[in-house]
């Protein structure tokens, strides 16, 4: 399994490429604009703790939404 990094800058110009018919379509602008920089392999000795250390983020994230929810509800009053 290998993960691609592409810069992101390349698809906004994309997006506005498209918008000003550079580009037919976003895919074709896409196509263009981006390339694969670096390839990385996983790392087999390490995949199950980062593994561990995902799902406990995902956990921590959960146990956040209440209190987001409850920020979220305040009015702030200027």
Known sequence: MTATEVW???A???VAGT???IFAHYSA???AMTAAARHFA????VAEAYAGRYRLCGDINQAM???CERIAGQQVRM
């Open 29 to 31: 602008g896409a196509a």
């Open 65 to 67: 939404i209440p209190m």
């Open 12 to 14: 906004v110009i994309d």
């Open 42 to 45: 996983l790392n087999a000795a």
């Open 8 to 10: 992101s800058i390349k």
């Open 19 to 21: 918008g000003v018919d």
